[in-house]
DNA sequence: GCGGCGCTTATACC
DNA sequence: ACCGGTATAAGCGCCGC
């Protein structure tokens, strides 16, 4: 069971190194031959023996290097596949796929169309060319080099059971299931900032294995505390701990961007080696926009990563804090800790300390145990090592499931852009994008919805849109060719297999099947930003422009038709609509449905969503000079309720993390109860009483506290809104502030400014202050409800608010 | 000092 | 820099009066 993938050099040519397990438990070491090639694609028409010539300059091709020379190991001449056109392309096989790039600068002859292939990682092209493929099960045979100075004696030096050269290899047919020995960790410091601070304590957890390691006041209480003299013994005991746990994968969450980096910076200040590695080395940090912390044999894992780049969008959490998170997949609140305490600390003070770093482990241990068939599955889709697919963006994995699937259409790969072509694409202007219905505010009653199913993933297919395929601009329409391209079969493939996959999790509901459902279902949502995205490989906007507009196209005619049944469109954004079912069955319309789908293209398909007992719209907050209330019905703002009572609930106050709690809280009850009974009258109640408690000053300020995210550093801001001077006022204060942070704030009375700015009321949550009624009634309450109430004609500001302005600031 | 409008900014939808 | 466009809305910044 392959799990973690180095590469090295020894003797100037290539070998990959796998860390894994047998089925037995054993941890392994094998170490697979790599052939670095690369590809020179030829003008067409180019004469056999002109051929014959490049080939034989290109043999005699060196690169020279201070450690090494290297060579043209061989070359061979083959038919390929570039862009879906057929091609003579010599293969290039190298001594150092170092030097690829060294030797394709070296081509300069104009024989030569294209070079490719030479900017793919060295573990890429080594599965791409049938090497082993991550977290696949397989039955090897090889040499034991153990105890052989081979490799300069890498069977001696690594911590595993035994280290092998690999001659034979083989997909095992049983593909028993694989968990990997997990072992999760946590740090706590006295200051977060880098460098500045101590390491306090290290928490472990794996399985029967709990620990918290800490060099401060100890008690004999907590049995899995273990005390050291100081910093410096407690780093060397946590390296022990790991090597005597021998985990798979050592996982923590934001532990690339802080504990791995602060353990070794204090090992470093403490003399101490952070030798985690299994060959005893410290983690090596890769540079890029952000750090990633990779321990030799052991595969670092930081969830935070993966959630943030894949799992979060497809989660209701408004943060991607460990408490956030952990609350909505496990189920578990966690204890904070109030880190206000850490410059008093009493004996209890660090009993709670020692439990709450032990139970961030815990969590991130269960964290792991839950994503981990979600990580599984992306990193067999993508064969990938598992380092890298926790850690890639989507439109990387669109991109390695391309390059690793090129080989069953003969395709050589099309280069990475360099800087200045990703300059220029990201210059291009937009294009036109879905196309949004605007409703009618209003109440509605027995709403049907349907959708496209992956809408614009069955447009690439049905239409054929791709970088390959894409023939011309005509008449400013660009034509595609009628062929099928690699990107979409590749794409239709991947939708037969959600379609599939969602089958078999349907039959059999478990974590494993839905993992893979799901991964085919975002890896075909990917699809068509990757063809837009200025950094791919398959770059070209012409088919994502293609794919929206034909989506708009379809969409458009599906209205029509809908409409011309004698249904009332109510709203569609994108890829659904919807509508009022009116004097109709839900058997004619389903009816409707076939015959619609009758019609569609290609593989496009239109489902039923579901059907809902109620619909609210409501009108857009600032109308248009020249239009009414009834012809401003606000976009992506909606609320529906199900026969089953369940409420969806889009795009309100509710639903953003930016409003205070009160409003979000009160908006959803007014919802809730409009949509149950149909009528506004216990709604109303609701209001008038929260106005009442905001104006008698009972509101919990918890309930008001404001939630925006900093998104860029402090003086970078043109416009300085209320939470960019909450966060001035944090550092002022000495709180740490970085970018991406949410910043909390409220808004307070303030009695020695006349200012009329709302970031002149801004106050932290531990600042002292009476909370602003005008403010909380204006801006937060009657904003969140006055629209909903209007579409029964009433104006909440007359009926409960001006009351209380007219009074005037007088009565305070 | 105030109102209006444009711009910046955050966040949502699909 | 790490997937696209469409949309709402708050609150500042600045202008003119």
Redesign the pocket.
């Known amino acids: 069971m392959p799990i973690d993938y180095s590469d090295f050099d020894w003797q100037g040519k290539n070998y990959v190194k796998i860390i894994g397990r047998t089925l037995s438990g054993k941890r392994v070491c094998v170490i697979d031959d790599y052939e670095a090639s690369f590809w020179a694609i030829l003008q067409p028409k180019v004469k056999e023996k002109k051929i014959q010539e490049i080939i034989e300059k290109i043999s005699k091709i060196k690169v020279k290097n201070p450690s090494r020379t290297s060579s043209v190991l061989k070359t061979e001449l083959c038919n390929k596949k570039f862009l879906g056109k057929s091609v003579r392309a010599i293969k290039i096989s190298v001594t150092n796929h170092k030097d690829m790039h060294g030797i394709a600068d070296q081509l300069g002859m104009k024989e030569i169309y294209k070079r490719r292939e030479y900017d793919i990682s060295l573990i890429s092209k080594y599965v791409m060319q049938g090497g082993i493929e991550p977290l696949c099960w397989y039955r090897i045979n090889g040499e034991n080099i153990d105890n052989s100075d081979d490799f300069g004696g890498i069977g001696k030096a690594l911590d595993v059971d035994f280290c092998l050269k690999i001659e034979g290899k083989e997909k095992s047919k049983e593909q028993p299931e694989f968990k990997p020995k997990i072992l999760a960790y946590d740090i706590e410091v006295s200051d977060i900032e880098l460098g500045k601070g101590e390491i306090l304590m290290i928490s472990l957890y794996g399985k029967n294995f709990k620990k918290v390691l800490t060099w401060k006041k100890c008690n004999k209480k907590q049995d899995f505390v273990e005390c050291f003299k100081d910093e410096e013994e407690m780093i060397e005991a946590f390296v022990k701990s790991v090597k005597e746990y021998q985990p798979d994968i050592l996982t923590g969450y934001f532990s690339d961007g802080f504990d791995l980096p602060y353990l070794r910076a204090n090992a470093h200040q403490n003399k101490v080696k952070l030798a985690l590695g299994i060959d005893g080395s410290q983690p090596v940090f890769s540079r ?3 750090v990633s912390g990779k321990i030799s044999g052991i595969v670092h894992l930081d969830l935070y990563r993966f959630i943030s ?1 894949v799992y979060f ?1 497809y989660l209701q959490s ?1 943060t991607l804090g460990l408490n956030d998170i952990a609350s909505e997949l496990l189920g578990e609140k966690k204890d904070d800790f109030d880190f206000l305490k850490l410059k008093n600390m009493k004996e209890q003070d660090w009993k709670d300390f020692f439990a709450y770093n032990l139970q961030d482990s815990v969590i991130t241990y269960k964290l792991a145990e839950k994503l981990w068939p979600d990580i599984l599955e992306f990193t067999k889709i993508m064969k990938q090592p598992l380092f890298n697919v926790s850690r890639n ?4 994995h669109v991109e390695d499931y391309i390059l690793q699937n090129l080989s069953g259409f003969d395709e050589i790969a099309e280069k990475r852009p360099l ?1 200045e072509e ?1 300059g220029k694409r ?1 210059e ?1 202007p ?7 219905f ?1 409703p009618k505010p209003g109440l509605y009653e027995n709403l049907c919805f349907f ?1 496209f199913t992956s ?2 993933a069955s447009v690439i297919v049905s239409y054929n849109l791709s970088l390959s395929t894409f023939e011309s601009i005509k008449e400013k329409k660009p034509v595609f060719s009628k062929q099928k391209g690699f990107f979409p079969k590749m794409l239709e493939e991947i939708i037969e297999k959600r379609k599939k996959y969602k089958q078999e999790y349907n039959k059999n509901k478990n974590p494993v099947t839905k993992a893979r459902s799901n991964a085919y279902k975002l890896l075909a ?6 063809q ?5 490989r398959y770059y070209c906007v012409e088919a ?2 293609a794919t ?1 507009s034909y989506a708009k196209e379809n969409i458009l005619t599906a209205i029509d038709k809908i409409k011309k049944k004698g249904y009332e469109i109510i709203y569609s ?4 609509i919807a509508f009022l079912l009116g004097k109709n069955t839900k058997k004619t319309v389903l009816e409707m449905l076939k015959e619609i789908n009758l019609k569609l293209p290609g593989i496009m398909e239109l489902e039923l969503e579901d059907f809902y007992k109620r619909g609210l719209f ?5 109308i248009e ?1 020249g239009k009414t209330r009834e012809d ?7 609320a529906l309720i199900d026969e089953k009572d369940k409420m969806k ?4 106050e509710t ?4 409003w205070c709690k009160l409003s979000r809280e009160l908006q959803n009850k007014v919802l809730q109860n409009i949509l149950k009974k149909g009528n506004e009258k216990s709604a109303l109640e609701l209001i008038k009483e929260t106005i009442k408690e905001i104006k008698a000053r009972q509101i919990d300020k918890n309930q008001l506290m ?7 550093p402090i003086n ?10 909450a966060a001035q006022k944090m550092e002022d204060a000495g709180l740490a502030v970085s970018q991406g942070m ?1 910043i909390e704030y409220y ?1 307070a009375e303030n009695k020695s400014s ?1 200012s ?5 009321k801004v106050k932290l949550p531990d600042e002292s202050g009476e909370y602003d009624i005008d ?1 909380y009634l204006n ?1 937060q309450i009657l ?1 969140a409800v006055g ?1 909903i109430l209007e579409v029964f004609d009433i104006d909440v500001e007359k009926e409960f608010i001006k009351d209380h302005r007219q009074k005037g600031l007088g009565d305070f």
């Open positions: 890029g926009r952000l780049s969008q408004e963006s989507m439109s990387s800087h990703i990201r291009r937009k294009y036109v994008g879905a196309f949004v605007q959708d809408m614009y949502n990917a699809a068509y930003g990757y837009g995205f200025f950094g791919a994502a422009a929206a954004d994108t890829d659904s409501v009108s857009k907050r600032s000079k401003s019905g606000a976009k992506k703002k909606y609930i889009r795009g309100f639903v953003r993390r930016d404001i939630r925006t995210q900093l998104k860029k970078e801001y043109v416009s300085k809104g209320p939470h960019v001077i949410l808004l006349k009329k700015l709302v970031r002149d403010y801006n904003p629209n």
